[in-house]
């Protein structure tokens, strides 16, 4: 499986040529590395950007590169040790280490700096689901969709949350809502998606 939680937009231009596109609109649109190639040459200008530097880590992260990304999320650590963002992007990689306790350390510290932060809830509700503790991945699910409705990867791990306790019609929900988003990454699990969403409806 490829990483999730990276697609929130930072707003901030990313200068490009042509179209002058922020790096982040690139990545929403799935253009990997053109994206890349933005930010490489950002971080030529400003080695030191957290901004870039968490910026690229998503894409490596989508790459499953992630002994590269995880070097630039602890360089961010050592730029910015109390960023909550790039706190939930460490534990992120640390989840996929299958360092578990280490990953939700990060997490909680990540949520004690910025209650909001949606990316620590949907890691928490990912940590719970592996420890299949279904009804607190729901709660952290909610919470993660309530903060960033856009982000796709809060309802598709949501459904499995919600397949796991047998609320069905919920589970049915999520999936409709994840594949309404059009994710651009993640092909098998857009494929996953639809086959079980198209059992759903042939149960009813």
């Given at each position: 499986s490829s990483a999730c939680f990276v697609l929130w937009s930072f707003g901030?231009?990313?200068?490009?040529?042509?179209?002058?596109?922020?790096?982040?609109?690139?990545?929403?649109?799935?253009?990997?590395?053109?994206?890349?190639?933005?930010?490489?040459?950002?971080?030529?200008?400003?080695?030191?950007?957290?901004?870039?530097?968490?910026?690229?880590?998503?894409?490596?992260?989508?790459?499953?590169?992630?002994?590269?990304?995880?070097?630039?999320?602890?360089?961010?650590?050592?730029?910015?040790?109390?960023?909550?963002?790039?706190?939930?992007?460490?534990?992120?990689?640390?989840?996929?280490?299958?360092s578990f306790a280490m990953a939700e350390t990060e997490y909680q510290k990540s949520l004690r700096l910025d209650p909001k932060q949606a990316g620590a809830h949907l890691g928490l509700g990912r940590l719970h689901l592996t420890r299949q503790q279904p009804e607190p991945s729901v709660r952290s699910f909610q919470q993660a969709i309530q903060l960033a409705p856009q982000e796709e990867d809060n309802y598709f791990f949501a459904s499995e949350a919600y397949g796991a306790i047998k609320n069905f019609p919920k589970q049915i929900e999520s999936l409709e809502k994840y594949l309404a988003l059009k994710p651009k990454f993640n092909a098998e699990r857009v494929e996953n998606a639809k086959a079980l969403l198209t059992f759903f409806r042939h149960l009813e």
């Amino acid at each position: 499986s490829s990483a999730c939680f990276v697609l929130w937009s930072f707003g901030a231009a990313v200068q490009r040529d042509p179209g002058d596109k922020t790096a982040d609109a690139l990545l929403l649109e799935g253009k990997l590395d053109e994206a890349k190639q933005a930010l490489t040459l950002n971080l030529r200008r400003q080695p030191d950007s957290v901004r870039y530097l968490v910026l690229l880590s998503r894409i490596l992260l989508i790459e499953d590169e992630f002994d590269e990304a995880k070097k630039n999320i602890q360089r961010c650590l050592k730029l910015a040790p109390a960023n909550a963002e790039v706190l939930a992007l460490y534990g992120h990689c640390l989840f996929r280490e299958g360092s578990f306790a280490m990953a939700e350390t990060e997490y909680q510290k990540s949520l004690r700096l910025d209650p909001k932060q949606a990316g620590a809830h949907l890691g928490l509700g990912r940590l719970h689901l592996t420890r299949q503790q279904p009804e607190p991945s729901v709660r952290s699910f909610q919470q993660a969709i309530q903060l960033a409705p856009q982000e796709e990867d809060n309802y598709f791990f949501a459904s499995e949350a919600y397949g796991a306790i047998k609320n069905f019609p919920k589970q049915i929900e999520s999936l409709e809502k994840y594949l309404a988003l059009k994710p651009k990454f993640n092909a098998e699990r857009v494929e996953n998606a639809k086959a079980l969403l198209t059992f759903f409806r042939h149960l009813e």
